[in-house]
C-alpha cells in the first residue's frame, strides 16, 4: 500500500471492527495490520494529534526524525535547525527552534551550564526530538517554553535548575518525557495549551502503540492544565513545595494518574476535568480544599490522602457542587505516624475536615470513602428534595445524623446498601410496598456524641416479601443501651429470610403474622433466636 491508502484502510476496518460487538475482533484485526504493515512508519495512531496537513489526501511524508516521527515541513515552511537528520547541538546560553517544524530533525542538544532558555515557538518545533539535555544557573534558572502548537510533543527532555514549564501551544508537550529538578524556589508544571501534555489513554484507540506521557518534576510549585490537557498522562510531583492542582476546564486531567505532596488545593473545575483520575496526596498543608466544581469533575475519581506530619491536623473542605461531581468516587484518607514520630499534643493526633458537601444532583452518589478513625468529619451538608446527592455514600458518618425516618418506596432501597449515623429519637425505618426492602442491607450506627440517640422507633415490613432478605444490622457505641422499638411483620412472607444483627442494642418486641417470619433470625450481642422467639433484653 502507499501510506494514504494504508490509512485510508486503516480507518475503514476499525470504523467496521468498532461496530462489531467483539472486542477481541478489533485487538486481532489491530495486531495483523501492524505486523503485516511495511511502510517506513509503522506506528498508525488513530485520534492522535497530528500537523494538519499531514492529513491532508495524498500527504506523503518525507522526512522524517531520528526516532521516527514525521518532520515533514508545510510547503512555505522553512526549518533552520539540523539540516542533515541526528545533527547534534550545544549552546551556551539558550536553544531558540523558531520556525515550523525546527529541530524535529536534531539529535543531542545540550544548553549549559547556565541554559537560559529552551524555546520551541514554531508549530511541531522540537517534535520528537529525544535528546534533551538543560543545565540552568541555581539561582536564574532555565525557561522551558513549548509555545508552537504540537511543539515539544513526543519528546525527552531532562533538566537541571528550571525555572518554568510552559507548554503553551495546543497538543504541546502531549505524548513527552520529562525529567526535571527545578529551582529551589519550586516551577509552575503549566499545561495550558488545549490538549498539551496529554498521554494516549482508553479514549485514543491508539492500534500499534499506546503514547505515554509522562512527567517527573521535583521542587515543582503545582499544576495547572487546560480543556483536554494532562488527560490519561502520569505526573509525579513527590518534591513539591506548594501551589495547586488546577484542573479548570473540560476534561483536563480526565484519567490522569498525579502523585503530589505538599500541596494547597485540588481545583477540578471543568466538566469531567478530573473524572476517573488516580490522585496520591502526601501531606497537603494545612486547609488544604477539594473542590469538585461542574458536572461529572471528580467521577469516579480514586483519591488517596496520606498525613504522616502531626501538625497537618484541618482541611478546610472538600466539596462536590456540581451535579454526580463526586459519583462514584473512592476516597482514602488516613493519618498514620511512621515509626519514632513523636505527637506533642492529643490533637495533633486528629485530621479535623470543617466542610463535606453534596452540593446538587447526585454528587455524591455512590462515593466510597475509608477514613482511619482519627478523620474526623465536622460537617455535612447534603442537597435536599429529590436530589439524591448522598444516597449510596458510604464512609462518612455525619452526613447521615439527624435523618428522622427511612420510607422506602418503589424500588429506592431494594438490593442495596446503605450506612447511616445517630439518627433522631423515633426514628422509623418503613418498609410498605410489595418487595420495597427486599435483600437491603442497612447499617445504623450509633456514634457516641452529643448526637446519639437514646431509643429508636422501630422497623415496619408492611407488605408481602417487603423486607425479605433484608439484613439490618445496629451497631452501638455510645456507653448505655438502645432500644430500637417494635418490628411489624404482620404479613405473609414480609419477613422472609430477614435478619436482624444487634450489638449494645435491644429489640423491644416483633410481631410475626401467619408465614410472616419464616427464617427470620435475629442476634441480640451474639445471641442467636428465631424472631417469633423473645430474646429477654440483657
Known amino acids: 500500500f502507499e501510506e494514504t491508502q494504508f490509512y485510508s484502510f486503516l480507518l475503514r476496518s476499525i470504523t467496521f471492527v468498532k461496530m462489531s460487538s467483539s472486542s477481541s ?175 494516549g489513554g482508553e479514549e485514543e484507540y491508539d492500534v500499534a502503540l499506546n503514547l505515554p506521557a509522562t512527567y517527573v518534576v521535583r521542587n515543582s510549585a503545582g499544576l495547572t492544565c487546560s480543556s483536554h490537557a494532562c488527560r490519561w498522562a502520569t505526573f509525579s510531583l513527590m518534591a513539591n513545595v506548594g501551589g495547586s492542582v488546577t484542573c479548570g476546564a473540560e476534561r483536563a486531567c480526565h484519567g490522569a494518574q498525579i502523585s503530589i505532596n505538599n500541596v494547597d488545593s485540588v481545583l477540578c473545575s471543568g466538566i469531567l476535568s478530573c473524572a476517573y483520575s488516580s490522585m496520591l496526596l502526601v501531606n497537603p498543608s494545612n486547609d488544604f480544599s477539594l473542590v469538585c466544581g461542574a458536572a461529572e469533575a471528580c467521577r469516579g475519581m480514586e483519591i488517596t490522602v496520606i498525613i504522616t506530619d502531626p501538625s497537618i491536623t484541618e482541611f478546610w473542605d472538600w466539596s462536590c457542587i456540581g451535579a454526580k461531581a463526586c459519583m462514584d468516587m473512592k476516597a482514602t484518607i488516613k493519618k498514620v505516624f511512621l515509626p519514632g514520630t513523636i505527637v506533642q499534643e492529643p490533637e495533633f493526633e486528629k485530621l479535623h475536615i470543617l466542610d463535606f458537601v453534596c452540593g446538587a444532583a447526585m454528587s455524591c452518589y455512590n462515593a466510597q470513602f475509608q477514613v482511619s478513625p482519627n478523620v474526623i468529619f465536622e460537617g455535612c451538608a447534603c442537597a435536599g428534595g429529590s436530589t439524591k446527592s448522598c444516597d449510596g455514600l458510604t464512609g462518612v458518618d455525619r452526613c447521615t445524623y439527624g435523618m428522622d425516618m427511612m420510607s422506602c418506596t418503589g424500588a429506592d432501597c431494594a438490593h442495596t446498601m446503605q450506612t447511616i449515623a445517630n439518627p433522631l429519637e423515633n426514628f422509623q425505618v418503613l418498609c410498605s410496598d410489595p418487595a420495597v426492602c427486599e435483600n437491603f442491607i442497612l447499617t445504623i450506627k450509633i456514634v457516641d456524641d452529643v448526637h446519639a440517640p437514646e431509643f429508636l422507633g422501630g422497623v415496619t415490613c408492611g407488605s408481602s416479601n417487603s423486607c425479605k432478605g433484608m439484613r439490618i444490622f445496629i451497631v452501638n457505641d455510645a456507653p448505655e443501651r438502645i432500644n430500637i422499638g417494635k418490628i411489624f411483620c404482620n404479613t405473609y412472607s414480609s419477613c422472609h429470610d430477614t435478619v436482624f444483627v444487634l450489638q449494645n442494642a435491644d429489640i423491644e418486641s416483633i410481631s410475626c403474622g401467619a408465614g410472616a417470619c419464616d427464617g427470620c433470625s435475629q442476634f441480640i450481642d451474639n445471641v442467636y433466636a428465631p424472631c417469633d422467639q423473645a430474646l429477654l433484653p440483657l
Not at 29 to 54: P, Q, Y
Not at 138 to 147: M, Y
Open 25 to 199: 475482533l478489533l485487538a486481532t484485526c489491530a495486531i495483523t495490520l501492524v505486523l503485516n504493515c511495511e511502510i517506513v512508519s509503522c506506528i498508525v495512531r488513530l485520534n492522535r494529534l497530528r500537523a494538519s496537513h499531514h492529513e491532508e489526501p495524498d500527504y506523503v511524508p518525507r522526512v522524517y526524525g531520528t526516532s521516527g516521527v514525521d518532520c515533514t515541513p508545510d510547503t512555505g515552511d522553512f526549518p533552520a535547525m539540523c539540516p542533515e537528520v541526528g545533527m547534534s547541538i550545544s549552546e551556551a546560553g539558550k536553544i531558540q527552534c523558531t520556525h515550523n517544524f525546527d529541530c524535529c530533525t536534531c539529535g543531542i542538544m545540550y544548553c549549559g551550564p547556565e541554559c537560559a532558555q529552551l524555546i520551541c515557538n514554531g508549530d511541531s518545533g522540537c517534535y520528537g526530538v529525544q535528546g534533551f539535555v538543560l543545565e540552568g544557573d541555581p539561582e536564574i534558572g532555565v525557561e522551558i517554553n513549548c509555545n508552537g502548537d504540537l511543539s515539544c510533543m513526543e519528546t525527552k527532555i531532562q533538566g537541571h535548575n528550571v525555572n518554568v514549564i510552559t507548554c503553551s501551544g495546543d497538543g504541546s508537550c502531549a505524548y513527552s518525557y520529562f525529567d526535571i529538578t527545578c529551582i529551589d524556589m519550586g516551577c509552575l508544571v503549566a499545561c495550558v495549551g488545549d490538549n498539551s501534555c496529554q498521554g
